[in-house]
């Protein structure tokens, strides 16, 4: 069944992200977009950002529909990874994207993280991702101090944010909890 994402601002405001439905895929709503991104707004211009469990793609893109310079995306789903290529393709942001399809962690394992100015993190709910994420950030000493995390979870699961990020903003919207994230300067 296709159903579509409407890019909310910017350069491609309007525009719509077909993508396949299923259970497995839960893209970002378009309230909670338009919350992020006025978080975001005097900062996305010219920021390079990472959009780790990808998916459809649509934090990076409207990251880049509001004049981010580079967007890299991570997807592990083989579907995913080639209806989000086509998207970026159709929507001729191509120059400014890479699409990786591999897993995650380990892509974030062996990657400088030391380019990203945001990392956006909308892992699939019920497993457990959320802090095994985290916790791998922490860990990445190259990541700039200014990098901020935008994280995305479900309200029934209970996280405790090590203590070494500082939490910006946060907020529900339906059973999403977002937060935006910092790490701790030592």
């Known amino acids: 069944m296709k159903n579509n994402i409407r890019i909310s601002g910017g350069l ?7 993508f396949d439905f299923k259970e497995t895929l839960r893209p970002t709503s378009n ?12 900062e996305i211009q010219d920021c390079v950002c990472l959009d780790l ?4 793609g649509s ?6 529909s509001r ?3 580079k967007v890299t995306f991570i997807e592990l789903n083989k579907r995913n990874y080639s209806v989000l290529s086509k998207n970026i393709q159709s929507l ?3 120059d400014k994207s890479r699409v990786f399809f591999k897993d995650a962690f380990d892509w974030v394992k062996k990657q400088d993280l030391s380019e990203f100015d945001l990392i956006f993190l909308d892992p699939p709910f019920d497993k457990e991702f959320e802090l095994k994420i985290l916790k791998l950030l922490l860990r990445k000493d190259e990541m700039k101090p200014s990098c901020k995390i935008y994280l995305e979870y479900s309200k029934f699961t209970e996280i405790e944010i090590p203590d070494t990020y500082t939490i910006i903003k946060e907020k529900s919207v ?4 977002a937060l935006l994230l910092q790490k701790n300067e030592n």
Do not use: H, M, R, Y
């Open 12 to 18: 491609l405001k309007g525009k719509k992200i077909p």
């Open 31 to 42: 309230k909670l977009k338009e919350i992020i991104f006025n978080w975001l707004q005097f």
């Open 53 to 56: 469990f990808a998916g459809t």
């Open 59 to 64: 934090l990076g893109i409207e990251a880049l």
């Open 67 to 69: 004049k981010s310079s």
């Open 92 to 94: 001729g942001i191509k």
């Open 174 to 177: 339906g059973d999403v909890k």
